[in-house]
């Protein structure tokens, strides 16, 4: 292990142990890995609205949107997260729709908040 992937375990150890939160993150059917449809417990660092930039090229129409955004260790969830996930946060569900690894044992996985189809009902 380099001395650069020490030292980013090193402070990405404090940081979950203080920023994370209890996920539960279910790995799609249709994405066909062999924890389909079960239920993983995990810690996740969840930001609900995080801005993100959306660059269209030539600068004229750069957007910032706030997005739902989930960091996780790759490793705790033993499989590699994909669009079509499932998430829930503090009992609500989200779906992943993007997932960003950085290449070393994190990813950022961009999340839609489902709606509840009988609510208000």
Same mark, same amino acid.
């Given at each position: 292990?380099?001395?650069? =992937?020490?030292?980013?375990?090193?402070?990405? +150890?404090?940081?979950?142990?203080?920023? =994370?939160?209890?996920? &539960?993150?279910?790995?799609?059917?249709?994405?066909?890995?062999? !924890?389909? @449809?079960?239920?993983?417990?995990?810690? @996740?660092?969840?930001?609900?609205?995080?801005? *993100?930039?959306? !660059?269209?090229? %030539? @600068? /004229?129409? /750069?957007? $910032?949107?706030?997005? =739902? &955004? #989930?960091?996780? +260790?790759i490793?705790? !969830? %033993? *499989?590699?997260?994909?669009? @079509?996930?499932? $998430?829930?946060?503090?009992?609500?569900?989200? +779906?992943?729709?993007? $997932?960003?690894? /950085?290449?070393? %044992?994190?990813?950022?996985?961009?999340?839609?908040?489902?709606?509840d189809?009988?609510? %208000? #009902?």
């Open positions: 292990m380099s001395t650069w =992937s020490k030292m980013l375990t090193l402070l990405n +150890r404090p940081c979950f142990n203080t920023f =994370s939160v209890p996920v &539960v993150y279910t790995p799609s059917l249709k994405n066909g890995t062999k !924890l389909a @449809g079960t239920p993983i417990n995990l810690m @996740g660092i969840f930001d609900e609205k995080r801005e *993100t930039i959306s !660059l269209m090229g %030539g @600068g /004229d129409m /750069d957007a $910032v949107i706030p997005r =739902s &955004v #989930l960091e996780i +260790r490793a705790d !969830l %033993g *499989t590699n997260p994909m669009a @079509g996930d499932d $998430v829930s946060i503090n009992g609500v569900p989200y +779906r992943v729709l993007e $997932v960003q690894p /950085d290449g070393m %044992g994190l990813a950022v996985l961009m999340l839609n908040r489902q709606q189809p009988f609510a %208000g #009902l």
